[in-house]
């Protein structure tokens, strides 16, 4: 059964760094790019960037270029979405998703606030 | 970018009703879209692939048209557990981008 499963909620405060993860199980982990989508509060889908874990190859909506870092580490089968600065406005649930989404991570809600 | 532009933005309906729902690309897509339902508090769920594919264990009351410009998502006999919101994406080229999503509710 491929799954999913991201970290859990994150509480933190303006210019803090973070790094959240998603992991993959039930597949070729390695060969199944790995997306990231952005739903800030009552909002709809953003679609932030994708990695492709076998070689790292990143692609980055221009939104989010240079405002989050995609990685991922074959070996174990995860993939990350960090920050090296939070914001206020980073405060939204995020979503990992596999491919062109045939399958979605939990969720994972970060909230920035002082 | 590749603009997806969705509509309606929301719309009200009562079980049993035939519901369309229209994404139009800024330029063509081929196929390279699937339509996706979320409900609240929930990760979205993909319905249909390659614009027409309907995804395994989704009813046959979903349905999917269109290539290159303009695509509809139909829901035909409208169910109570169809209340949503459902959104387009392509994935023609980057970046991948969503439409900004059509909330079905309960007329």
């Known amino acids: 059964e491929v799954q999913l499963v991201q970290s859990g909620a994150e509480v933190k405060k303006p210019g803090e760094s973070l790094k959240i993860s998603c992991k993959g199980s039930g597949y070729t982990f390695s060969t199944n790019w790995i997306g990231w989508v952005r739903q800030m509060p009552g909002k709809g889908l953003e679609w932030m960037g994708m990695?492709?874990?076998?070689?790292?190859?990143?692609r980055y909506s221009p939104s989010f270029q240079g405002l989050v870092t995609i990685s991922a580490d074959k070996s174990i089968s995860t993939a990350y979405l960090q920050w090296s600065s939070l914001r206020a406005s980073d405060t939204a649930m995020y979503y990992c998703t596999r491919q062109t989404g045939d399958y979605w991570g939990q969720g994972a809600l970060v909230t920035v606030s002082s | 970018d590749i603009q997806m532009t969705q509509s309606p933005s929301s719309l009200s309906a009562s079980v049993g009703d035939r519901v369309t729902i229209t994404c139009r690309a800024s330029q063509g897509i081929r196929k390279d879209l699937g339509w996706y339902q979320q409900k609240p508090g929930k990760a979205p769920k993909r319905l249909i692939s390659a614009a027409s594919s309907l995804q395994s264990g989704v009813p046959s009351r979903f349905s999917g048209s269109g290539s290159g410009t303009e695509f509809t998502l139909t829901i035909s006999n409208l169910q109570p557990e169809d209340f949503a919101t459902y959104y387009c994406l392509q994935h023609n080229s980057y970046p991948w981008t969503f439409g900004q999503g059509t909330k079905v509710d309960i007329k």
């Open positions: 990695i492709y874990p076998s070689d790292s190859d990143t």
